[in-house]
């Protein structure tokens, strides 16, 4: 049972699971009921000590709400299915904007907008004449920044902030995350993502910090206490600060390249790899936690009452509540959106409903009346979710407009916000090749910047960008700045010149080519991908590279990519060769660690690590019945400009499927 888990079997598991469905196998699978051993998980003790003050307070407003309005707060809705009329007849306990919902539906909304929104469903959540006014709480996923709304901040993703092996650098962007959420009169940031990715087939592997859990421990830890604050200071959860949701609960990390697939794991491995992220967040204060799409043993999370019960909330003494993710209750068997029992009976304090809220809350009210949610449950998760609006400070500080940082337009993209995230993006780079020491570049040179991602703010950014797959195009960036903007900008400083040409095609003769390329953006499920070779079957970059090199103009290869890929011939192709991760609209980053100042001497070198280990081949080690194949880069690897950066000629047959 401790054992490491036989990846064939557990690959193909999750394949078939993948191919059916949710339906027999799913149920099937639940029958041979994975074993969780409670007593085997660390006992934590609460971040927050007991408050009988503040239980009294959760006591009363808990007995003036009836059994609609109780069940009501377990539910959150999609601000594009519910309007504020709608939350005053059926008062929930939150909303969210999913990746593609804003205000009229219209993506390019003014922050204003939202704010003024905000109000109105604060206004409207007063409850049914006579009961307690319980305001409703918004929740966004604010993973990179404040990144639905056009002009905030926007940090590097994840992956590129592992690289950078900096909490307090984590602590920082959580701390102005928050400030720009509140500017927006939003309440709660489904981040930070502590899933300990392994497979970097899955395509929310650029959401996850590391591989490695001791990098996810001490950022989820710094990320949380930026975005809520430092518990038991007088600042926490204050009005510069937001909620805070360490996701996906538990093993979503683990699931062997697949989106909402299966965690074939070991209990022991569940606990030391996918759990230190969030005994950190908890440790650190977090309030919220997000259950997770996937399963553990063939047994959806949604569904796992001994994790999210007896290890999350007993083990863990986690006292905040569990929310569900967008219909993820919907997966487990015998459910469906708009019914679902047994996710609250597992341990859901709240389900996220984005359309078929106002069922799924007559529903649950009717199930709490039946006795099929027990009356002692749905007491518990309205506690819950009361606890924390309490601690929130949502019941005293008024309308979100009249929240000390709302509305101060002026801190969202503010100048001293981005030049962290230009540090963030410096600080992600990760040089894995420098033949001849061709970089750090001279600014005096004439610069082709070359190759299709060089100029777009949606390819640097990824996923999670103003809307859900990060498809935006650059005008509706206000502030942003390409990589070939920064590049053009260094190199007008320094006296050199820059030509743009996506196909790499001159005018002028240059003395180096930086050629920028890689994935185009995706989130969730679009981003899985059959193995680990970059953009197969089409390999129009690499020929770019190797035209460049065949006219005898050194190249630079800026690899943007949401994961560690398989490169080999455009490693082979480039003089020198780094891998930027995704690191967001502050592309002036890259520019400020590739070119020396005008004087020649270095601006800034090198300091991002690897947050994950740089395949050897196209098949992740360990996967597919593969022996566990060394890494090309181990995790942790990073040259300096002082390093010898020669690489050997690596082969550039992929290998086949055994
Ligand atoms: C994702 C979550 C996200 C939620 C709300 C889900 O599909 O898995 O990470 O917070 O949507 O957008
Ligand atoms: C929403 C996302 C959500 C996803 C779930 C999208 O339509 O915008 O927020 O995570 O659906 O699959």
Request: net charge negative.
């Amino acid at each position: 049972m401790e054992q490491r888990p036989v990846r064939t079997a557990g690959y193909c598991a999750a394949l078939v699971l993948g191919l059916l469905g949710t339906g027999p196998a799913g149920a099937a699978a639940a029958d041979a009921a994975p074993v969780i051993h409670p007593q085997q998980w660390p006992r934590l003790r609460a971040a927050l000590p007991p408050d009988g003050a503040l239980e009294a307070r959760v006591t009363a407003l808990l007995a003036g709400l009836s059994l609609e309005e109780k069940a009501a707060q377990l539910v959150q809705a999609d601000i594009g299915s519910i309007t504020p009329e709608d939350l005053r007849v059926h008062p929930l306990g939150s909303i969210l904007n999913g990746g593609n919902s804003s205000p009229r539906d219209d993506k390019l909304a003014a922050p204003g907008e939202w704010l003024a929104l905000a109000d109105r469903f604060y206004d409207a959540s007063s409850g049914t004449a006579g009961s307690p006014r319980v305001p409703v709480i918004w929740g966004t996923d604010a993973v990179h920044g404040h990144n639905n709304i056009p002009g905030a901040t926007i940090f590097p993703h994840n992956i590129g902030l592992g690289a950078a092996r900096d909490p307090d650098l984590i602590r920082r962007i959580g701390e102005i995350t928050a400030l720009e959420v509140r500017v927006t009169g939003l309440d709660w940031a489904f981040s930070p993502t502590v899933a300990v990715a392994r497979d970097a087939r899955w395509g929310r592997t650029y959401e996850s910090y590391s591989e490695d859990p001791a990098v996810v421990r001490a950022y989820a830890a710094a990320m949380v206490e930026g975005l809520q604050g430092a518990p038991g200071s007088p600042n926490f959860l204050d009005a510069a600060h937001v909620l805070a949701t360490p996701k996906h609960f538990l093993g979503d990390g683990g699931t062997q390249g697949k989106d909402q697939g299966d965690n074939p794991a070991g209990e022991k491995e569940l606990r030391e790899i996918d759990s230190p992220g969030y005994q950190a967040a908890l440790g650190a204060g977090a309030q919220t936690v997000m259950a997770s799409y996937s399963s553990w043993q063939g047994l959806k999370m949604h569904g796992n009452r001994e994790l999210l019960t007896e290890v999350l909330k007993g083990r863990f003494a986690f006292d905040g509540f569990v929310i569900g993710d967008w219909n993820g209750h919907a997966q487990l068997p015998g459910c469906t959106p708009v019914s679902c029992a047994a996710a609250v009976n597992a341990g859901l304090d709240m389900l996220m409903a984005p359309d078929g809220w106002k069922e799924l809350a007559a529903n649950l009210a009717t199930q709490a009346g039946s006795g099929e949610i027990p009356l002692s449950r749905l007491d518990d998760a309205v506690r819950r979710v009361l606890r924390v609006k309490l601690r929130a400070h949502l019941l005293s500080e008024g309308r979100p407009s009249a929240r000390r940082y709302a509305g101060r337009w002026e801190l969202l993209g503010a100048p001293a916000h981005r030049a962290v995230a230009r540090q963030a993006v410096r600080e992600s780079l990760v040089l894995l090749k420098n033949q001849n020491h061709l970089l750090p570049l001279s600014p005096k040179l004439r610069v082709l910047v070359a190759g299709d991602a060089a100029d777009s703010i949606a390819r640097q950014s990824g996923g999670w960008t103003i809307n859900w797959q990060g498809t935006e195009p650059n005008q509706d960036f206000p502030h942003a700045q390409t990589l070939y903007a920064g590049i053009a900008q260094r190199v007008k400083e320094g006296g050199g010149s820059t030509e743009l040409s996506a196909d790499g095609q001159f005018h002028t003769r240059p003395d180096v080519a930086v050629v920028v390329f890689g994935e185009s953006p995706y989130a969730e499920f679009e981003g899985d991908v059959k193995t680990l070779e970059y953009s197969p079957g089409d390999k129009h970059d690499l020929a770019l590279i190797r035209r460049l090199r065949a006219q005898d103009v050194p190249v630079v290869a800026v690899f943007l990519s949401g994961r560690p890929l398989w490169v080999n011939a455009e490693l082979n192709a480039a003089d020198s060769f780094v891998a930027a991760w995704l690191p967001g609209p502050e592309g002036g980053g890259v520019a400020d660690v590739l070119f020396r100042r005008p004087d020649g001497t270095v601006r800034f070198d090198f300091r991002g690590r690897l947050p994950f280990s740089w395949p050897r081949d196209v098949h992740p080690p360990g996967v597919d019945g593969r022996p566990g194949d060394a890494p090309l880069f181990a995790l942790g690897y990073g040259l300096k400009y002082s390093d010898d950066g020669y690489l050997r000629r690596l082969p550039e047959e992929p290998a086949a499927s055994p």
